[in-house]
């Protein structure tokens, strides 16, 4: 006849008798710890791509398509906005290769660069800032920068390709243009502060 477990540990010991739980491994356990390594990855993953799209987009493509517009610089690359005269230049110097050209990258790097930096940007704000008034207003500068860009970009890809130039188009443009560089500064002080907030209640233990 079978021995019960109490039975075989008072013959043998508690070695004799398996243990009536499972045993729980504690080292696969999500502890804050593991959680904030986690976030901490994924920031400087999107970190490293915003920068990469950034400087490919910025830096290199937008300045290698002056090349096929007669030296003329894109409409992207103006911080402080372009005039019709500019406009009309470039849409007689680019050809319908070098226009798909800027709305193909427009639409990959471009439409990346915009959204990896947002996301990025709102889960280093929503890791580092507690309050969430103070949260939710700088998460708007990213997310407003973000449609901005969109919207700039395709914008620029319809003025350029439009019959007919219209100047009101150009000026809509133009200030989309700006205001995504502005909305992009903004967006990079907020994390600035959000940062600085998190570095502040992190210490704010320690020294009480």
Do not use: C
């Not at 193909?104 to 990896?116: C, E, N, R, S």
């Not at 940007?121 to 500068?141: E, G």
């Amino acid at each position: 006849m079978a021995k019960t477990p109490a039975q075989r540990a008072s013959k043998h010991g508690t070695t004799a008798t398996p243990p009536s739980s499972p045993v729980v491994n504690t080292s696969t356990r999500r502890t804050p710890q593991k959680a904030q390594g986690n976030a901490n990855l994924i920031l400087i993953a999107g970190s490293v791509a915003s920068l990469f799209l950034f400087a490919y987009f910025h830096l290199m493509t937008l300045n290698q398509m002056t090349a096929l517009a007669d030296g003329l610089a894109m409409p992207q690359s103006f911080v402080f906005g372009f005039d019709v005269a500019h406009v009309q230049a470039l849409r007689a110097a680019m050809d319908a290769d070098a226009l798909g050209q800027l709305n193909y990258v427009g639409k990959t790097a471009g439409t990346l660069f915009a959204l990896i930096f947002a996301v990025t940007a709102l889960t280093l704000i929503a890791a580092n800032v507690a309050k969430k008034p103070l949260r939710w207003a700088l998460w708007a500068l990213p997310l407003a920068f973000a449609a901005i860009s969109l919207w700039a970009n395709a914008a620029v890809d319809s003025m350029l390709g439009a019959e007919t130039l219209n100047a009101g188009a150009v000026s809509l443009t133009s200030g989309l243009v700006t205001a995504s560089w502005m909305l992009l500064l903004a967006s990079l002080l907020a994390i600035g502060a959000a940062l600085f907030l998190g570095r502040k209640k992190k210490s704010a233990p320690a020294e009480g």
